[in-house]
């Protein structure tokens, strides 16, 4: 018998969010399960969605030449059906821009130039020679810094040697991050005090000028903003979206189940649709012959109710459709694993919850 879990209406195998929780790296295993159990929640409802629009999988490739999954494909086409924005105005793009004009600027910009001493192989031992080499690069500059160019081009290792070791115009990203944060507190015409390391070698690094980032105007940036407003609000409205198949699946007690696989299970009822149908009369029959005392307990319930006996287990298995949460859906399959007649077995068992009396309050010491 396989252990499972119900997830936003989703009955999930345990082995499955044991696989999933791998791909959701968190700062416990519970928060990893919960986690995986969602998005495996998730897939299944979006999937669950395409099969009941009766759409097909039609993949497409991207621009590096990857090939969507058929399930990638499904969901894909799911939410482009189903999820709908309004394209933003121009004046809210405005709007965005004059109100936020300090993130619409171009980047700053440095000019430089380094000389690399390069080591002779990865041995700690040329990478200390290296070092040195770099240090008296530095020492020698301190004296003379107008010899940085005949330097460059005796010393470097960089094909940049031959213009004096100049790097040109750089921009975020440009160099490596060891190069471009060293370089941010050089001041104009600043030679770097030390070498700076990085995975090429040693540098030598000077500053030579400091571009700062200009405003741009609303017309070369507008089509941007749309970009980003739409991204927001359609993913904003794909987790509604979402949310709201999950309310529906819950609403319907375990829409359905995953199987072994990971795929949801369209060929089997449902418990919630097994408890819809399920018969009182072979219930009353099977209480009296496995559990004798729930049966007395049931029968003494729907008379103090006023009502029959098949009427009270109707308004449990409403009532428990309604307002079960997860774990109790989880709690309710676990009861009706491995039973001849599933929905009797889980009828019994949240009829069990509902007559076991709440555990009374004591008050032992009472304050004066």
Same mark, same amino acid.
């Given at each position: 018998?396989?252990?499972?879990?119900?997830v936003?209406?989703?009955?999930?195998?345990? @082995?499955?969010?044991?696989?999933?929780?791998? &791909?959701h790296?968190?700062?416990?295993?519970?928060?990893?399960?919960?986690?995986?159990?969602k998005?495996?929640?998730?897939?299944?409802?979006?999937?669950?969605?395409?099969?009941?629009?009766?759409?097909?999988?039609?993949?497409?490739?991207?621009?590096?030449?990857?090939?969507?999954?058929?399930?990638?494909?499904?969901?894909?086409?799911?939410?482009?059906?189903?999820?709908?924005?309004?394209?933003?105005?121009?004046?809210?793009?405005?709007?965005?821009?004059?109100?936020q004009? &300090?993130?619409?600027?171009s980047?700053?910009l440095?000019e *430089?130039?380094?000389?690399?001493?390069?080591?002779?192989?990865?041995?700690?031992?040329?990478?200390?020679?290296?070092r !040195?080499?770099?240090?008296?690069?530095?020492?020698?500059?301190?004296?003379?810094? /107008?010899? @940085? *160019?005949?330097l460059?081009?005796?010393?470097?290792a960089?094909?940049?040697?031959?213009? /004096?070791?100049?790097? /040109?115009?750089?921009?975020?990203?440009?160099?490596?991050?060891?190069?471009?944060?060293?370089?941010s /507190?050089?001041?104009?015409?600043?030679?770097?005090?030390?070498?700076? !390391?990085?995975?090429?070698?040693?540098?030598?690094?000077k500053?030579?000028?400091?571009?700062?980032?200009?405003?741009?105007?609303?017309?070369?940036?507008?089509?941007?903003?749309?970009?980003?407003?739409?991204?927001?609000?359609?993913?904003?409205?794909?987790?509604?979206?979402?949310?709201d198949l999950?309310?529906?699946?819950?609403?319907?007690?375990?829409? @359905?189940?995953?199987t072994?696989?990971?795929?949801?299970?369209t060929?089997?009822?449902?418990?919630?649709?097994?408890l819809?149908?399920?018969?009182?009369?072979?219930?009353?029959?099977?209480?009296?012959?496995?559990?004798?005392? %729930?049966?007395?307990?049931v029968?003494a319930?729907?008379?103090?109710?006023?009502?029959? %006996?098949?009427?009270?287990?109707?308004?449990?298995?409403?009532d428990?459709? &309604?307002t079960?949460?997860?774990?109790?859906?989880?709690?309710?399959?676990?009861?009706?694993?491995?039973?001849?007649?599933?929905?009797?077995? *889980?009828?019994?068992? %949240?009829?069990?919850?509902?007559?076991?009396?709440?555990?009374?309050?004591?008050?032992?010491?009472?304050?004066?």
């Amino acid at each position: 018998m396989t252990a499972t879990t119900v997830v936003d209406g989703v009955e999930i195998p345990e @082995f499955l969010i044991a696989k999933e929780a791998q &791909n959701h790296p968190s700062a416990s295993a519970g928060e990893a399960r919960r986690a995986a159990g969602k998005a495996l929640a998730v897939r299944a409802l979006l999937l669950h969605r395409a099969d009941e629009l009766g759409l097909r999988p039609e993949p497409q490739i991207d621009e590096m030449g990857r090939e969507e999954t058929d399930e990638e494909a499904l969901i894909r086409a799911v939410l482009d059906e189903e999820v709908e924005i309004e394209t933003p105005s121009v004046a809210l793009c405005r709007h965005i821009y004059d109100t936020q004009r &300090n993130r619409f600027t171009s980047p700053a910009l440095v000019e *430089a130039a380094h000389i690399l001493i390069a080591p002779a192989s990865p041995d700690d031992a040329d990478w200390e020679a290296a070092r !040195r080499v770099a240090l008296d690069a530095v020492q020698t500059l301190t004296r003379t810094p /107008g010899q @940085f *160019a005949a330097l460059a081009k005796s010393l470097s290792a960089c094909p940049s040697a031959e213009v /004096g070791g100049s790097l /040109g115009q750089l921009g975020p990203g440009d160099v490596v991050g060891e190069i471009e944060q060293a370089l941010s /507190g050089l001041r104009p015409g600043e030679i770097l005090d030390r070498p700076v !390391r990085s995975r090429f070698g040693w540098h030598v690094l000077k500053l030579d000028r400091r571009i700062e980032g200009r405003e741009l105007p609303f017309d070369y940036v507008e089509d941007k903003i749309r970009l980003h407003l739409e991204s927001r609000a359609w993913t904003a409205a794909a987790t509604r979206y979402v949310s709201d198949l999950a309310e529906r699946a819950r609403d319907r007690g375990v829409a @359905f189940s995953l199987t072994p696989d990971g795929r949801f299970d369209t060929g089997a009822l449902s418990l919630g649709q097994l408890l819809a149908g399920a018969s009182a009369a072979g219930l009353e029959a099977w209480l009296d012959a496995s559990d004798p005392d %729930l049966a007395e307990r049931v029968r003494a319930a729907a008379l103090g109710a006023g009502i029959d %006996l098949e009427a009270f287990v109707q308004r449990a298995v409403h009532d428990f459709v &309604n307002t079960a949460g997860d774990e109790s859906w989880t709690h309710l399959i676990s009861a009706a694993q491995g039973a001849e007649d599933p929905a009797v077995a *889980a009828i019994a068992s %949240l009829l069990r919850t509902r007559l076991t009396p709440k555990a009374r309050a004591y008050t032992i010491f009472r304050k004066v």
